[in-house]
Structure formats: C-alpha cells, structure tokens
C-alpha cells in the first residue's frame, strides 16, 4: 500500500465574513506550501482552471486526490478573539460543485473556549481524482472575524 500526502498550511490570516454560512480556507502555492509532492494542490487544476491569485480565489483551497483510495483527512484551526456563540467547520467533497456536487462531512459546531480559539479535527472518507476535497469554517459572531492560522492535510492511502 502506497500512501501520498498533501499537506497545506496558511498563516496570513483570512477575513471570514458575519453572514453564517461556510467559507472555503485557502492555502498557498508554491515555495510557501508545506508539503505536495503528489502535485494534489495544483494552481492549474485538473480542470484547466488555472489559479491566479491563491488568496481571493476558492479554489486554492482545492486538494484534488491523485488516485482513488481511503483519505484521512486532518486539520487545524485558530480563529482571532471574539464574541461567538459558536464556531463551525467541516470538510466537503467537491464543493465549489465542479463534478458530482457538494458532499459534507464531519461538521463540528463547537462552542468557543476561554482565550485563542484553537481546534483540531480528523475525518477518514474514500476519495477520487476528479473530486476535489475542501475545508470550509464560519461563525456566528455578529462581525467578520480573521482565521489567523490553518492546516489542511490529506493522507491518500491507495492499493
């Protein structure tokens, strides 16, 4: 069994709008990313869609598996200080809608904690090339608030 890593990291924090509704995290290219040995984080994407500017564009949050196989998915997550009531991620399969449509998984509602809001989640879902998989953060604060770190991994085990 071979296993393919993709594992991306942001720390220029990203403005996460007031509005309750899911936002993708989008992650750099090039020199400033962690670890795609694989080519899973492309800025020309499988599509033909080509990614010019990875901090306003959606689909730099795009991990696109390379093969079929068993994903494990991880992530970490620090949101500023703020006033929530609650705090939400989760990940998704394809979910800018470019090939079979949007598909959640493991959303976690999560109610803040006393200082820095920092959480950790890990999932295990099957993947497949042509399906980009995402994940996506929101708040229920009445204001925008910056998500001033993130990490978003998968590890493709495939036979």
Known sequence: MAVRICSLIVDVPQLVPADGRYHMVRFPYGREESHDPDNMHPARQPDGYTVSKWRSDDRS?????????????????????????????????????????????????????????????????????????????????RTARRLVFAEFKLALHTT
Request: with cysteine; net charge negative.
């Open 61 to 141: 949050g795009l991990i696109w598996p390379s093969a079929d196989g068993w994903g494990a998915l991880t992530a970490m997550i620090q949101w500023e200080k703020g006033r929530y009531g609650e705090l939400r991620d989760r990940f998704v399969r394809d979910p800018l809608n470019l090939s079979t449509g949007a598909d959640s998984t493991a959303t976690d509602h999560r109610p803040p904690s006393p200082g820095m809001q920092c959480f950790t989640k890990h999932h295990e879902i099957f993947v497949h090339p042509g399906v980009p998989l995402a994940l996506m953060v929101g708040h229920d604060d």
